[in-house]
Structures are given as structure tokens and as C-alpha cells.
């Protein structure tokens, strides 16, 4: 008896040659493998692409090869302003403290007054005509906004000005020279 349901247990519900034959195990790995592999490259493709103008910003940005766009604001009218005098204005937002200076009679530049080394407001001093920070003695050339003098490394950003109706207006804010 005992045997005959030992022998009923490990009967072979069907055949198992049908059941197995055509798993080809190793095969199938390979398979696997490539079709992964298939994936990962046409993800990665377009992942590149997608991103390619994203890259293309990134590398404008980091670079400086782009001026910085922003809507004209009128700084100040000709007639108020003596050659050699500067004025205070805020570009491109209310926080971003910036200076104009009349240089000559047709000759204007502005900066972005935050000084480059630590932030302190640089400020124009007409009988130097130099740009100068308090703070460790910062120098900056007025006509180009390059430091010359103390810790400062890099120059000032420079505000696009444009003369129209009597007045100087900027439109822009240029990046730094790399
Ligand atoms: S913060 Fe201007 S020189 Fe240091």
C-alpha cells in the first residue's frame, strides 16, 4: 500500500519533457541582457537629446557668452547729470544697486555696485575718478569696470545703457569676460 502511494506521489503530473524543452535558460540571459542593454542606450539617447538645449543654455551661462536681457528702464534724464558726476539707480531688480557715470559728454558707463570680492557697495569718487570700495580697499577703472587695485578678482558687471529721448536708459547687463 505504502508503496503503491509512493509510487502515485512521484508520478509526473504530464510530460516533463514537454513542459521543459524549449527553456533555454542561458539564452534566455543573453537575451535579457541585450534587450536591457537596448533600453538603457535608447534611454540615455533620448535623455541627450532632450536635454541638448538645456546643455546648450548651461553652457552660454557658464561661459558668459550671453548678455543678459531685461526690459529698458530709464535711469536718469541728460541735462540732470554734470560730466564726471554718477548717479544711484536699482538694475534689473529693486535689490541690485548700480551706479551710472558720466565720463564725458557723450560718455556713459554703469555698473552693478555690489563689489566683487565681498559685496560692499562700491561707491564713484569723481575726484579720484576711480570706483572705489571701502571695505579692503577695492579699486575698479570706471571706463571699463576691471579692478585695479586690492582683493577684488573680477570685474563689475556692466549695465547696457542706450541714449534715447534726452535720457539714459539700460537694457541689459553684460557677463563677466571669462
Ligand atoms: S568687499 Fe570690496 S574690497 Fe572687499
Not at 102 to 110: I, P, Q, T, V
Given at each position: 500500500m505504502d508503496q503503491e502511494r509512493k509510487a502515485t506521489n512521484n508520478q509526473v503530473p504530464f510530460d516533463e519533457d514537454n513542459y521543459t524543452h524549449n527553456i533555454r535558460k542561458d539564452k534566455e540571459r543573453g537575451l535579457d541582457r541585450r534587450s536591457f542593454m537596448k533600453v538603457m542606450a535608447g534611454a540615455a539617447g533620448v535623455f541627450a537629446v532632450s536635454t541638448l538645449p538645456w546643455g546648450a543654455i548651461a553652457v552660454k551661462e557658464l561661459t558668459g557668452l550671453s548678455d543678459k536681457k531685461y526690459a529698458a528702464a530709464k535711469i536718469?534724464?541728460?541735462s540732470s547729470l554734470k560730466v564726471g558726476d554718477a548717479v544711484e539707480f536699482h538694475y534689473p531688480g529693486e535689490h541690485d544697486a548700480a551706479l551710472l557715470i558720466?565720463?564725458?559728454?557723450?560718455?556713459?558707463?554703469?555698473y552693478q555696485n555690489a563689489c566683487t570680492h565681498l559685496k560692499c557697495p562700491v561707491f564713484w569718487s569723481k575726484e579720484e575718478g576711480e570706483l572705489l570700495c571701502p571695505c579692503h580697499h577695492g579699486v575698479f577703472d570706471p571706463a571699463t569696470g576691471a579692478p585695479t587695485s586690492g582683493p577684488p578678482r573680477r570685474p563689475l558687471p556692466e549695465i547696457v545703457l542706450k541714449q534715447e529721448q534726452g535720457a539714459i536708459w539700460a537694457t541689459g547687463v553684460k557677463r563677466y569676460e571669462t
Open positions: 536718469a534724464d541728460v558720466r565720463l564725458g559728454d557723450n560718455e556713459y558707463k554703469a
